[in-house]
């Protein structure tokens, strides 16, 4: 896969609608702002109550974060309409199977990556981009009216991943230059970076499904002849 083309599509697309991802991203940046400066008042080497707000609002951070994902990946397709963009920050909560399914799965990934780092970091670290793309194989899914479980994603994930971990891997490590930069700026960077990076990697997903689909249509195409000679017999 064509990494930098990948990003030069995103970067593309991010340049020429930067307002509309600026104000998109906005309620995810300010509640991060918000759960690391309360994050930053705890000075003791104590559990305080100020803990549990920031880890509560970095948590639903998080989750608007994949609704974010969602309307990138709607936009590396071409079905995104560039209006309203604080109300599509609030992607994720528009439909209970999104919001329900993105809760579920993030917490199972979480239990399943801890089992693993428990044992060895590597093996948590190569499970994690194993499980990289369920959000977006039950959003797919979703789309699609298919009934799936939340381990199921995360299974076609693991499925989808297997032998693309290592090139998932280094495109992350591409971004590290630009994740520098967001630390160095106090975050303001991240402005900018935040959304490249969400572009990106749901650009990524699409045409790693597009592959998928190739391979399987191919599959089924050489499948048919063979069981209409079994009929035919």
Same mark, same amino acid.
């Given at each position: 896969?064509n ?7 995103? &970067? #593309?697309?991010?340049?020429? !609608?930067?307002?509309? @991802? =600026? /104000?998109?991203? %906005?309620?995810?940046? +300010?509640l991060?702002? $918000? ?29 608007l ?10 936009a ?11 109300? &599509? #920050?609030?992607?994720?909560? !528009?439909?209970?199977? @999104? =919001? /329900?399914?993105? %809760?579920?799965?993030? +917490?199972?990934?979480? $239990?399943f ?6 044992l ?10 194993a ?33 693309? &971990? ?13 994740? %520098?930069?967001v630390s160095?700026?106090a975050g $303001? ?10 572009l990106s ?7 790693l ?5 190739a ?19």
């Amino acid at each position: 896969m064509n990494r930098a083309a990948l990003k030069e599509d995103a &970067k #593309s697309i991010l340049n020429s !609608h930067f307002s509309f @991802y =600026f /104000l998109l991203f %906005l309620p995810a940046f +300010i509640l991060e702002a $918000i759960g690391g400066f309360t994050f930053g008042m705890n000075v003791t080497d104590y559990p305080e109550p100020s803990d549990g707000v920031s880890a509560l609002i970095t948590w639903i951070a998080a989750l608007l974060t994949i609704g974010m994902l969602f309307v990138c990946l709607d936009a590396m397709r071409e079905k995104l309409t560039y209006e309203n963009p604080l109300q &599509k #920050s609030l992607f994720i909560f !528009h439909n209970g199977d @999104y =919001f /329900l399914g993105t %809760l579920l799965i993030s +917490i199972i990934q979480y $239990i399943f990556i801890i089992l693993w780092t428990i044992l060895l970091i590597i093996p948590g670290i190569i499970k994690s981009l194993a499980y990289s793309q369920s959000y977006f194989i039950y959003r797919d899914a979703i789309d699609r009216g298919e009934h799936i479980s939340y381990t199921d994603a995360i299974t076609r994930s693991r499925q989808m991943m297997d032998g693309h &971990k290592w090139e998932f891997f280094v495109m992350g490590l591409s971004f590290i230059g630009w994740l %520098l930069l967001v630390s160095v700026t106090a975050g $303001i960077a991240a402005i900018w970076v935040q959304p490249y990076m969400s572009l990106s990697f749901a650009n990524y997903y699409n045409e790693l499904s597009r592959e998928q689909n190739a391979k399987d249509d191919h599959v089924e195409d050489h499948q048919a002849p063979t069981s209409e000679s079994s009929e035919n017999n």
